[in-house]
């Protein structure tokens, strides 16, 4: 599996990059996980929207879907100009937005819950219900004996580890440094992204879901005092393989 961050920022972008996106890819299928604000933007950097098999949108917060709309109208278009023909599958809860996720015979929406085994292309994928303030899930993707997990918006909880048990790559969110609790919030610190890669037994951890303020490196030094794995700071179009 390729993964590239397309966007790794917590609540809105940073000038010129985006929120939440991420573009996996193996055996010239793409999943597009999470779209959120810049990502159409950002993801044509990498590769044609015409290109994008499947969405999967782990909740309804804006910064994890909000460009779902200008994604709608690009495929519109490129339907019209006779680019594409096929109507795009948009994976997600059921939820307030979900009947939003069909426009016309452009795109259209799949639901799932946690007990929903997805299977994209030669993707596997699982689900675990979050600690979030909306309706929000962690995801497992397997493919070719590799495990990718992602854990989307939430705050620390037992079951996290056992979900994401022995994964090649875990991107977690980390929206807080280590001496902020985050958990009326429904999200992660640097400690606790740490220790969940460590208890998980994680073989690389992804920081991702980033703070707009101090001094971002902290978190890895943070994270490091918990987890004796790779740690890798998410950035702007960065390319990782598993």
């Known amino acids: 599996m390729k993964v590239t961050i397309i966007g790794h920022w917590g609540g809105f972008p940073k000038a010129g990059e985006a929120t939440s996106g991420y573009l996996i890819e193996h055996d010239n299928y793409r999943l597009l996980l999470e779209c959120g604000s810049g990502v159409i933007s950002s993801v044509q950097k990498v590769t044609d929207i015409g290109k994008i098999d499947s969405v999967l949108i782990s909740h309804y917060h804006y910064d994890h879907c909000c460009d779902i709309g200008p994604l709608q109208y690009a495929r519109q278009i490129k339907t019209l100009l006779g680019e594409i023909n096929t109507s795009l599958p948009i994976y997600a809860p059921e939820g307030e937005f979900f009947k939003l996720l069909k426009w016309e015979n452009y795109t259209y929406g799949e639901s799932f819950d946690k007990d929903s085994i997805l299977n994209l292309g030669p993707f596997e994928i699982s689900f675990l219900k979050n600690n979030h303030p909306v309706l929000s899930y962690s995801i497992k993707i397997k493919c070719d004996n590799k495990i990718l997990s992602f854990t989307s918006d939430t705050s620390y909880f037992d079951e996290l580890a056992d979900f994401f048990k022995n994964s090649d790559l875990l991107i977690a969110e980390c929206s807080f440094y280590s001496q902020m609790d985050g958990t009326q919030a429904g999200h992660l610190n640097s400690s606790q992204a740490g220790m969940l890669a460590e208890k ?27 987890y004796r794995g790779e740690i890798i700071l998410a950035s702007y179009l960065l390319e990782v393989n598993i």
């Open 200 to 226: 998980s037994k994680s073989e690389k951890l992804i920081l991702t879901h980033l703070p707009h303020f101090g001094s971002i490196d902290d978190l890895v030094s943070q994270a490091k005092e918990q």
